[in-house]
């Protein structure tokens, strides 16, 4: 079984950037990555096809931009103008396994 590992969180001001990483064990095909908030539910962020067709939320499109590298296994999310709004754990999904998550935390 594939397993998931995501990296690249942390705090960042209003305005600025952070790139995630989705570091699979093996081969992925469709991955997604969400967000979830202490007060919310799970968000959906943004998905990617194997042959890189790519969506988003309606609030990040624009902003966000999903990658991969298939040589390395890995799932990217550029993340750029972020806001308060944005702060949650975000964690990459294929099939019904996900990764632990990393936190994004927007503040001054």
């Known amino acids: 079984q594939v397993q998931l590992v995501e990296s690249g969180g942390g705090l960042v001001r209003p305005g600025g950037s952070l790139r995630l990483s989705c570091a699979a064990s093996g081969i992925i095909y469709i991955v997604n990555w969400y967000r979830q908030t202490p007060y919310n539910s799970r968000e959906w962020v943004a998905r990617i096809t194997r042959s890189g067709a790519t969506n988003y939320k309606d609030s990040v499109a624009g902003r966000f931009t999903i990658s991969r590298d298939d040589a390395q296994n890995t799932v990217y999310l550029q993340m750029n103008r972020l806001g308060p709004d944005d702060s949650a754990l975000y964690y990459c999904?294929?099939?019904?396994?996900r990764g632990p998550g990393t936190r994004v935390t927007v503040s001054y």
């Open positions: 999904q294929t099939e019904n396994i």
